[in-house]
């Protein structure tokens, strides 16, 4: 198999924990596996930067640097990858790679994770559904996962977490 230019949208650096990590493990595992991998983050702005301070204009100088970084990322990929949140989240930083990837006529996972899908889909679902369905694929961690998008007509298929093996 050739190796893949994969653009992958996540929070990173990570924080102490969750998405973000299973994001870097991915990263590296792809990465020692021969592919290349470009990051973008959805929170690109840097841990001492002034804007931190003020927390809405904070979320929005990162939205913008991550919808400045986001078309020239997914245009050098064979593959766009990202890791996705409900809610707000979903449509602010999971649907504009969606949609690249789609203009671009570049193939899309999508790697959900959290366990309020079944909540945002019920009240979401007619908005993001769509969306979601333009995936290639769509991956959880977890069979309750899978069977949450299952109730709302999304096949998704079930990979478990990366552990660190290190």
């Known amino acids: 198999m050739q190796p893949a230019s994969i653009c992958l949208v996540a929070e990173l650096p990570p924080p102490a924990g969750g998405m973000a990590v299973q994001a870097e493990l991915l990263t590296r595992l792809l ?6 991998v470009v990051n973008v983050p959805t929170n690109p702005l840097a841990a001492d930067s002034p804007w931190r301070r003020w927390p809405l204009l904070r979320g929005l100088v990162n939205f913008i640097l991550f919808l400045v970084a986001l078309p020239r990322a997914c245009s050098k990929a064979d593959i766009v990858h990202v890791f996705s949140h409900s809610y707000l989240s ?5 649907l504009p790679p969606i949609l690249w ?24 679902g007619i908005f993001a559904r769509p969306f979601m369905k333009m995936a290639q694929r769509v991956i959880v961690p977890s069979g309750f996962l899978r069977e949450a998008f299952a109730r709302h007509g999304i096949d ?3 990979i478990p977490n990366v552990l660190a093996a290190e």
């Open 101 to 124: 990837a789609r203009l671009l006529h570049k193939p899309v996972i999508l790697h959900y994770h959290g366990g309020a899908a079944d909540s945002f889909l019920k009240h979401w």
């Open 31 to 36: 990465r020692k596996a021969g592919h290349t």
């Open 90 to 94: 979903f449509f602010l930083f999971s």
């Open 156 to 158: 998704a298929f079930e």
